[in-house]
């Protein structure tokens, strides 16, 4: 109860609820915060975060705090980390009693890329994020996104063609759990490996040659991106999970070309 110039204000999620149905997730979902992300080179970068935050909740319970997300959030003023997710997620079991917590936030995130031969730099935007979940043990479950533009070339259009050969941007995403810290840069360089050309945001005209002409000399199926990103993260022992996948948006053709691996390399998955 809360107590405002002698009237006392009922607190409605705290009392109980008669239909005994606990809810697996319940928080605010959306919100868009400023937030500082840890860089390889020992950086912080600043960005804006798309951020969901949910609890799971008991049957004897009516509702949830919504308001104790928002002041969470603010506590911890934006830094996403690892470790710090791993706190948010405690406080979040704690400040709302809760046997789980869950958080997930996604991101624009800014690499400098030089073109191929001109060596000219700008900016190059990445769609980055973490997922996590920590339950009743404290144990964290951390999963760590990215999605990544490349160019794919198809191998059928340019064995059956006199010349040229249709391709396309496709958006590679790599999702991993790990037994040690693998930075955003790292997963971002081995999709940008995966396609036939990498994707860049200013080229001068020495490099729409090469990359017209790396792209014809490497042509990939959606299945040859998926497995040689595969091929790539079993052999890193970082690793112990992932799944990958290329959505390729087709240029002579009304539908997207997708594919998907997912891999456990944990001995329990064996």
Not at 183 to 192: F, N, V
């Amino acid at each position: 109860m809360l107590q405002i110039n002698d009237r006392v204000l009922p607190d409605i999620q705290s009392r109980p609820d008669k239909r005994n149905i606990a809810i697996n997730k319940v928080g605010i979902k959306d919100i868009r915060f400023p937030i500082a992300v840890k860089e390889r080179d020992n950086g912080l970068q600043h960005t804006v975060g798309d951020i969901n935050m949910y609890v799971s909740l008991p049957k004897e319970f009516k509702g949830t705090h919504l308001s104790r997300f928002v002041a969470i959030l603010n506590q911890f003023e934006g830094e996403i980390e690892p470790a710090n997710i791993e706190t948010i997620l405690a406080t979040m079991r704690e400040k709302l009693t809760a046997a789980e917590a869950h958080f997930e936030v996604t991101f624009p995130y800014f690499l400098t890329k030089e073109a191929p031969v001109s060596r000219i730099k700008s900016l190059m935007e990445y769609k980055c994020g973490f997922s996590a979940m920590q339950g009743p043990d404290g144990n964290t479950d951390l999963i760590t996104m990215v999605e990544v533009p490349v160019t794919t070339l198809c191998p059928c259009s340019k064995e059956i063609s006199d010349y040229g050969a249709h391709n396309q941007r496709s958006f590679v995403t790599i999702k991993i759990r790990s037994n040690a810290l693998v930075w955003l840069e790292d997963l971002i360089s081995i999709a940008e490996q995966s396609g036939s050309c990498e994707v860049y945001s200013l080229i001068k005209r020495v490099d729409e040659k090469y990359v017209t002409e790396r792209a014809y000399e490497n042509p990939k199926f959606v299945e040859d991106v998926v497995r040689d990103l595969t091929q790539v993260l079993l052999d890193d022992p970082r690793i112990d999970w992932f799944t990958v996948e290329s959505d390729n948006d087709e240029s002579i053709h009304n539908h997207n070309a997708y594919a998907f691996i997912e891999m456990d390399k944990r001995p329990q998955a064996q």
